[in-house]
């Protein structure tokens, strides 16, 4: 396989793994509240290739998905339950989530 189909063979894949339903997981349903799985995706690849006699190719990469948060929706509220410390830039956006929800509503019923 030559490198250019290796790298886009690569790419498709990791395409079909970074999907929004991996960031986004499915809603679970327990006892009257539904708990919306949050997940950081990191992916990390490489190629390589030398054109010659035996005209080698090669590839690797890592992917790595790790549950952040939790969105709990009970009736009308929604709360973000953090599982990491750190506040990045995401987490902050995530602890925004329920005020944009509030002023939503407010606009509506106005």
Known sequence: MNLDTMASVLLDKLKGI??????VGAPIQAEGVTLIPV??????????????K????????????????????????????????DKDIFGKALDLVPEVLSLLKKDKSV
Do not use: M, N, Y
């Open 18 to 23: 970074a999907q929004t339903d991996t960031v």
């Open 39 to 52: 997940s950081r995706v990191s992916i990390g690849f490489g190629l390589g290739g030398a054109s010659g």
């Open 54 to 85: 035996g005209e080698l190719a090669g590839s690797g990469g890592g992917l790595t998905v790790e549950p952040i948060a939790f969105l709990v929706v009970q009736g009308e509220d929604v709360k973000i339950v953090s599982l990491t410390r």
